[in-house]
């Protein structure tokens, strides 16, 4: 079993539209948890940190579901330039130095 | 801003050569990345450091080497390059967090290597 688990999707909605993904993880000690962007041609870039309370950004809402080992991400409002890879992020240990990516969820919106 | 450079963009090598990925960060940060990322598969970790001369295996290390002689400078090396190593190489760095401290990791702008 993978340590950090996507959907690869692509998932295709239109402009406008709510769309949520679910990343699950396996290691249950894991520390803290992150979402990247990662646009075609492009390094991937933090898009928000995950906290234990859920936290939002604009249109961008995470939450941490601890229990069951899974972090998700919700875009409101999707517009054109939110099509990009999204990445969920785990640092299995406390000190940090082990960061495991997911292999990411293809997001396209279309017009 | 933070910094993470890779020495270049495109690299063809030949099959059997000894390649060198160099990467540099200038924001003084104690853990410093490789990664090789490939359709379907996602960031696979090499192998990462979190200190000077301290390295550690990822998950996919047979076949790479890694040295970090200086702390702003992480090169991966490919002993004798083989063609399933034709990948996207990310190099990346990070503070050394702790407890819940969360980290973000800065990205290198990834170096595409060919081998043929």
């Known amino acids: 079993r993978k340590e950090v688990e996507q959907d690869p999707g692509p998932f295709n909605v239109p402009e406008g539209a709510t769309v949520a993904f679910n990343c699950t993880y396996s290691?249950?000690?894991?520390?803290?948890f992150f979402w990247y962007r990662q646009d075609c041609r492009k390094e991937p870039k933090l898009l928000m940190s995950?906290?234990?309370s859920g936290n939002e950004d604009g249109r961008f809402t995470a939450q941490l579901n601890r229990a069951s080992q899974y972090i998700s991400l919700l875009i409101r409002d999707s517009k054109l330039s939110d099509s990009a890879t999204y990445l969920c992020?785990?640092?299995?240990?406390?000190?940090?130095?082990?960061?495991?990516f997911g292999s990411g969820t293809r997001l396209s919106i279309r017009p | 801003d933070v910094k993470v450079t890779q020495s270049s963009r495109y690299l063809v090598k030949r099959t059997g050569e000894k390649v060198f990925l160099e990467c540099v960060q200038d924001?003084?940060?104690?853990?410093m990345f490789w990664y090789r990322q490939d359709p379907g598969l996602g960031l696979r970790l090499i192998y990462f450091?979190?200190?000077?001369?301290?390295?550690e295996k990822g998950d996919i290390p047979e076949g790479y080497s890694v040295s970090r002689e200086k702390k702003e400078r992480f090169s991966l090396i490919l002993e004798s390059a083989s063609t399933n190593q034709t990948s996207m190489y990310l190099c990346?760095?990070?503070?050394?967090?702790?407890?819940?401290?969360?980290?973000?990791?800065?990205f290198g702008q990834g170096t595409r290597l060919t081998v043929v």
């Open positions: 990346a760095s990070s503070v050394r967090g702790g407890g819940s401290m969360n980290t973000e990791a800065f």
């Open positions: 290691n249950s000690a894991s520390q803290s």
């Open positions: 995950v906290y234990s």
């Open positions: 992020v785990v640092n299995k240990d406390s000190s940090a130095s082990k960061i495991i």
């Open positions: 924001m003084d940060h104690e853990n």
């Open positions: 450091s979190y200190d000077v001369k301290m390295k």
